[in-house]
């Protein structure tokens, strides 16, 4: 947490993992890909033995002006993996209340299977655009993304969980 947010605290960054059962994983590693840097989180489903790494992206951070004086607001992408082929990418929304120094994974929104992400682009109000690179409909997934989609989510009803 030091090192992700400059928060002294003994409490840990923890990612709820999507479309699985309460099943979560503590961020506790860092790595760099092609020279930029991300945070990184491993564990092992208990019931069927599949290895399942998380992949938190803090370099595309956005913060969010829903926030107030206890809690602090933000929104990153991450990519979860498992012993498939897939490379599910997802954006979270979490709290980090300012009293406990502690973060709450909220809520989740998938982005796509083996998906390029391009830019995050907040109007530091109510939309939040994703700009990502999707494959063809009869493009490989094993082939690099071409088609350009833009994903809109509205904060508020990411944040009252709704949408």
């Known amino acids: 947490m030091l090192k992700l947010f400059n928060i002294n605290t003994s409490n840990q960054l923890i990612v709820n993992v999507p479309e699985s059962h309460k099943e979560q994983c ?41 926030s107030d004086k206890s809690v602090f607001r933000f929104i990153s992408p991450f ?42 682009d907040y109007d530091g109000n109510e939309t939040l655009d994703i700009i990502i690179k999707t494959h063809r409909k009869e493009q490989s997934f094993s082939e690099t993304p071409k088609v350009t989609k833009i994903l809109k989510f509205n904060i508020t009803n990411i944040i009252n969980k709704k949408e």
């Open 26 to 66: 503590i961020i506790n590693e860092l790595i760099k890909v092609d020279s930029l840097g991300y945070a990184k989180g491993t564990r092992t489903n208990e019931e069927t033995g599949e290895k399942i790494t998380v992949i938190f992206d803090y370099n595309n951070i956005v913060t969010i002006n829903h």
């Open 79 to 120: 990519i979860v993996s498992g012993s498939g082929s897939g490379n599910f990418k997802y954006i979270g929304l979490f709290e980090l209340n300012k009293k406990t120094n502690n973060i709450n994974h909220s809520d989740t929104r998938f982005l796509g299977d083996r998906i390029v992400l391009e830019k995050l």
